[in-house]
Nanobody
Framework: QVQLQASGGGLVQAGGCLRL?????????????MGWYRQDPGKQRELVAKVSAGGSTDYTDSVKGRFTISRDNAKKTVYLQMNSLEPEDTGVYYCNEKLYGVDVWGKGTLVTVSS
């Protein structure tokens, strides 16, 4: 059974940076599409960035040019490098794995960006 462990959240001032990590245990990481989602209080979880098993990436418009998603299949880890953070980036970030039609979610990590 796949488990995802996210880390790297914290409090940062606007303009700062953070790097989130999500380590997978079990499963076939290299064949999975991986993503980072953000959930604000009272709102639905929304896609922030994703990277396919083949390495293709996609980002929501608000983070393009500021965030970079990457993966290390040898370490079974996906990263989200977040630069030029804005208060609007504040939220709980969740790691997601999609493989053979099955979604797996990790526990969220809180990112707070102060103005």
């Amino acid at each position: 059974q796949v488990q995802l462990q996210a880390s790297g959240g914290g409090l940062v001032q606007a303009g700062g940076c953070l790097r989130l990590s999500c380590a997978a245990s079990g499963g076939i990481f290299s064949r999975a599409d991986m993503g980072w989602y953000r959930q604000d209080p009272g709102k639905q979880r929304e896609l922030v960035a994703k990277v396919s098993a083949g390495g293709s990436t996609d980002y929501t418009d608000s983070v393009k040019g500021r965030f970079t998603i990457s993966r290390d299949n040898a370490k079974k880890t996906v990263y989200l490098q977040m630069n030029s953070l804005e208060p609007e980036d504040t939220g709980v970030y969740y790691c997601n794995e999609k493989l053979y039609g099955v979604d797996v979610w990790g526990k969220g990590t809180l990112v707070t960006v102060s103005s």
